[in-house]
């Protein structure tokens, strides 16, 4: 089977005519309308028999052109059906859509793409939910936004400004003419009200938009003291009244949703296993595949069933508690546990610490009962903790958070002669910037450690929460919660044997419309070899929307000392040696965040800063590197086969965690697999994929499979195994812990100086750097 990619070129279009003559003569019209050349050219053969050659795993690269031509020749069918949104495709026909509010609603539809595996060619489908646009009057997306009685009285400044942002971008038809539905994108709002604005006409004299709508098309416009919307390009200005427009349906929603769009959102897409099966297969049977005339042309033939394969479950690790407590050891029960009779391994020390509400509606004896049933908590779960804060509660106004923590900092430090440990902050439920502004100020100047605790948890004080806030705590001042009974014993292949280090990286990037943000990267790296509990972290900006870390490794020329060697890397692996007295001999690194398509881009450039971090601390360095992608975003859904077979599932109907694929849905010649560590909570667990780009250690499958398993285990912040290996996890809350670092007045000035030089094979780029951390948080687990 042949195909051809077609492109069409444009010539030069033949010169327009005037309307005088266009209106003598239809048959005028249409012998001197604009004609076009269009040329057709062959591009080239999609040779499948290399495609072949790479499912039996004959070729190591995927013949990317071939796998383009299916997928383009699967997707054209619903390309016209339906709306289509990158791999997905939506439609208001799947299910009635929700309203999320503010002019937003819900719409369902599915994931659809074609994946080489190791039993051929898999078209992988997923159900997903989105936020769109409601096609409303604009009139009426104005009032769900302000509320109806905004439109009565002309629009504050601030009114103004929020409608701008929220229709700026936006398509929508014009209604006040009876057969002509033309369509424009919105560029902004005009200035002034509608019963202002004038414009010039024919004669040179100057003539009201009220007044033409009304002479022109009979349209009375009914609120003249609200803006008109601005269409067109700037040298062309045109201006159209809100009631004589309507939005275009199937417009995706890309900017930020409120929580409370969010939360309604996920109810949404938030499905049971046994239910999202059932969807994906009636998306199957309703998209027809076996009628569809594109994939018979090519001889396509799509099965309606899913695919069966087969699974292990790995077992879960024994975890060792401190010998003082009743349980010294615990096995997790379908990966969970509690803290009941067992006490941290390592417990912290806190002598002084103190606190501040921030909280109006929070009386100090209500916050002081919560600190002193903290504090308890702290000490049942194994800490040292002081009974009572070194100064009495402090109450501010959010508005003053800088102030209002370093004068607690200094009176502390008066009270006690040494500075304070640990700072507990009480935050209104609603807080804007104010959480991220303590945990700058904190981490970056006073160099604090900080515990925020939201009101409703201190009126509603729980047992279960308190002690995961314990756990916290406790890491964050540099102890253990737990460590793995293997390790203890040093009994974990390929770590126990030699010094082992276990990185985990991440980048995470400004959200849409945020041109002058920077990317963060984010880099943690265990520091306390055999337990792999304790994880350092390191964060740095660098270019928006740039995935590969540019400081893994850096050199600079110093005045003095002539050229520096740092970077991430070095500056961890140097923390390693002097946390346990020993180099690293190996190097596992867990990656999070990396598409499919920059895979070899990623390891190219990051293996190789790696290896030169460690070259630069000493000559021959060069420990074994085991290089793995984690991905969590993509469309494989595992379900069991029998869904009433409750043994083979957890109480939410999911996979039981454990569960480990490793065949036949993998990459045909590539070491892969996926891994369901977690028990789902709600909807449908989604396993996480680990791909092995790089091993230098040898590992088994079974034995990168159990140490991945057993690691999801030791997360610090609950009695839970997670959904993804805790160095990636830490990383990922490293780099989202970085964007408050970026220095407030940047923030207001909209920009991110030019300060840094970085590079990446891609030309030069500056980044104002971010705030640094102070040198006594970067030893401990800041971000959890």
């Known amino acids: 089977m042949m195909a051809g990619r077609v492109f069409i070129q444009l010539e030069s279009s033949l010169s327009f005519i005037g309307n005088s003559e266009l209106r003598s003569s239809t048959k005028k019209m249409e012998l001197m309308a604009p004609k076009y050349k269009v040329a057709i050219k062959f591009v080239g053969k999609a040779n499948l028999h290399h495609l072949g050659q790479f499912l039996a795993g004959k070729h190591a690269a995927a013949p990317q052109e071939a796998l383009q031509v299916l997928d383009i020749v699967l997707r054209q069918l619903s ?12 439609s208001s026909d799947f299910r009635t859509p929700q309203r999320l509010g503010d002019g937003l609603e819900a719409w369902c539809g599915f994931y659809q793409s074609i994946r080489p595996t ?43 400004l929020k409608i701008k942002r929220a229709l700026t971008g936006v398509k929508v038809e014009v209604v006040h003419r009876a057969h002509v539905r033309r369509k424009y994108r919105i560029s902004g709002l005009t200035s002034q009200p509608t019963n202002e604005l004038i414009f010039p006409v024919e004669d040179h004299s100057m003539m009201s938009v009220v007044d033409y709508f009304q002479e022109m098309y009979g349209f009375a416009i009914e609120y003249t003291h609200l803006p008109c919307l601005q269409v067109g390009n700037q040298t062309k200005v045109k201006y159209l009244p809100m009631e004589a427009c309507k939005i275009l349906e199937g417009q995706r929603y890309t900017k930020r949703l409120n929580e409370k769009q969010i939360t309604a959102l996920l109810k949404i897409a938030c499905q049971r ?203 964050k001042m540099g102890g253990r919660n737990t460590v793995l009974l293997d390790a ?104 999070d965040g990396v598409s499919e398509g920059q895979f070899y881009q990623v390891l190219l450039y990051e293996l190789d800063a790696i290896r030169k971090a460690c070259a630069s601390l000493e000559p021959n360095y060069q420990p074994p590197v085991t290089f793995v992608v984690v991905q969590k975003r993509h469309h494989t859904r595992l379900f069991v086969s029998n869904h009433k077979n409750r043994a083979s599932t957890d109480k939410s109907g999911n996979i039981l965690p454990g569960t480990v694929v490793d065949s036949r849905i993998c990459h045909p010649t590539e070491f892969d697999f996926y891994l369901c560590s977690h028990a789902g909570l709600q909807g449908t667990s989604r396993p996480a994929h680990y791909h092995v780009l790089w091993d230098e250690n040898n590992f088994t499958a079974d034995g990168l499979q159990s140490l991945t398993n057993n690691l999801c285990y030791t997360y610090a912040r609950c009695t839970r195994s997670v959904s993804i290996v805790p160095p990636a996890y830490y990383a990922h809350l490293a780099a989202f812990r970085a964007r408050f670092y970026v220095d407030p007045e940047e923030q207001k000035n909209g920009s991110l100086g030019n300060s840094v030089r970085t590079s990446c094979g891609r030309g030069e780029a500056t980044v104002k750097p971010l705030l640094a951390l102070k040198e006594n948080v970067k030893r401990v687990m800041f971000y959890c």
Not at 79 to 90: A, E, Q, V
Not at 557 to 583: E, Y
Request: charged content about 25%; hydrophobic content about 40%; aromatic content about 8%.
């Open 79 to 90: 390309d016209k059906r339906y709306y289509p949104i990158g791999r997905s495709f939506f």
């Open 118 to 160: 190791q039993m051929g060619l898999s078209l992988n489908i997923d159900t997903s939910a989105a936020a769109f646009i409601e096609p409303l009057p604009v009139i009426d997306f104005v009032a769900q936004i302000l509320g109806k009685g905004a439109l009565t009285r002309p629009l504050s400044d601030s009114d103004h």
């Open 273 to 475: 296993p046994k239910e999202r099966e059932n969807d994906i297969l009636k998306t199957v049977q309703h998209n027809a595949y076996h009628r569809d005339p594109y994939a018979k042309e090519f001889g396509i033939k799509i099965s309606e069933k899913l695919a069966c394969i087969e699974a292990r479950i790995l077992p879960p690790p024994w975890l060792k508690y401190h010998d003082a407590g009743k349980e010294k050891q615990c096995l997790p029960h379908v990966g969970q546990w509690n803290m009941k009779n067992k006490k941290m391994i390592n417990g912290s020390k806190v002598a002084r610490w103190a606190c501040i509400n921030f909280s109006w509606t929070i009386q100090e004896n209500v916050a002081h009962g919560f600190c002193h049933e903290l504090a308890e908590m702290c000490q049942v779960s194994g800490m040292e903790f002081s009974p009572e804060p070194v100064i009495p509660i402090y109450s501010a106004c959010p508005e003053q958070v800088e102030e209002a923590l370093k004068k607690v900092y200094r009176a502390s430090a008066k009270s006690k002669g040494k500075d304070l440990e640990l700072l507990i902050a009480i935050l209104p439920d609603q807080n804007g910037s104010l959480y991220g502004d303590i945990k700058r100020i904190c981490e970056t100047d006073l160099g604090l450690i900080s515990q925020c605790c939201l009101t409703k948890h201190v009126f509603r004080v729980c047992k279960q929460y308190l002690a995961n806030v314990a756990l916290k705590i406790n890491v």
């Open 488 to 591: 203890i014993a040093w009994k974990i292949p390929l770590v126990s044997d030699i010094p082992t280090i276990i990185f985990g990286a991440d980048v995470t990037h400004p959200e849409s419309g945020e041109d002058a943000s920077p990317s963060i990267a984010a880099v943690v790296a265990s520091q306390d070899w055999p337990e792999i509990t304790k994880y350092a972290g390191v964060v740095c900006a660098q270019t928006h929307r740039q995935e590969l870390i540019q400081d893994l490794y850096k050199t600079w020329n110093d005045p003095i000392r002539g050229t520096v060697n740092g970077g991430m890397i070095r500056d961890l692996l140097i923390s390693f040696r002097r946390a346990t007295g020993q180099k690293p001999l190996r190097i596992i690194f867990y990656r």
